[in-house]
């Protein structure tokens, strides 16, 4: 069974610094892998997705991650975060079980606090 | 853009009870997911339906029962409620048209059992 690992639970960063979120992923074939972002006792929200092509994937909000395979990676990037950055992101891996089963496995999550 | 609508945003129910929970998915989107987030936890998949027929199965109790609908919307019928049931359940939708497999959240349902 596939399996999403995000390291670290927790992240705090300076608003204007760079941001690096980690995702490691199991999986036997080329996974379709997503981050998602949630504000508390909201929705997610899809940041950027990645199935095939440029490994280098642009999302919304300024975000892009880069597809690893040799580290089978997935880490989630921002060269300057702002304050309105502060949430929970979650890193998924779609699994393909047939049909049109496109179920997502998430990560534990990584919460992000901003200070000022 | 219409996005997935879940009624009702908030509900809170008795020890025992029964509650339903509703899902509208994106227009001409097919497939409905139902995700269940503890606090604190990752989303965890529940059940899925493809053209109003079960498609996948995840960790959803016996107590938990589901359907979608000609409409292509979806219920959740979770009977004999337990305090640990108290979650926020998500509904997702996305289509397989144009290769697309991006699966659309809604806002959840935050279900408290007291």
């Known amino acids: 069974a596939q399996s999403v690992t995000q390291p670290d639970i927790h992240i705090t960063v300076s608003e204007g610094a760079s941001l690096e979120l980690r995702c490691n992923y199991s999986?036997?074939?080329?996974?379709?892998l997503f981050w998602y972002v949630q504000s508390p006792g909201q929705g997610l929200q899809l940041l950027l997705k990645?199935?095939?092509?440029?490994?280098l994937v642009q999302g919304i909000k300024g975000f892009e991650a880069e597809f690893k395979r040799s580290q089978s990676s997935f880490n989630l990037r921002k060269p300057s975060v702002h304050w309105s950055d502060a949430a929970e992101y979650f890193c998924?891996?779609?699994?393909?079980?047939?049909?049109?089963?496109?179920?997502?496995?998430f990560g534990k999550g990584t919460l992000l606090t901003v200070n000022p | 853009a219409a996005g997935v609508i879940q009624s009702p945003r908030h509900l809170i129910k008795e020890k025992r009870e029964t509650a339903t929970l509703k899902c509208y998915p994106i227009?001409?989107?097919?497939?409905v997911y139902w995700y269940q987030q503890g606090p604190g936890q990752d989303p965890q998949f529940l059940i899925s339906?493809?053209?109003?027929?079960?498609?996948d199965k995840g960790s959803i109790p016996d107590r938990f029962s589901a359907q979608q609908f000609s409409d292509y919307h979806s219920e959740l019928n979770m009977s004999s409620l337990e305090l640990g049931d108290s979650a926020l359940y998500f509904c997702?939708?996305?289509?397989?048209?144009?290769?697309?497999?991006?699966?659309?959240f809604g806002p959840g349902t935050r279900l408290t059992v007291t």
């Open positions: 999986y036997g074939a080329t996974p379709y």
């Open positions: 227009p001409r989107h097919d497939t």
């Open positions: 997702a939708s996305s289509t397989v048209d144009r290769g697309s497999y991006e699966q659309y």
């Open positions: 998924a891996v779609w699994r393909d079980s047939g049909g049109s089963n496109y179920k997502l496995t």
């Open positions: 990645y199935f095939s092509g440029d490994t």
């Open positions: 339906f493809y053209e109003k027929m079960q498609s």
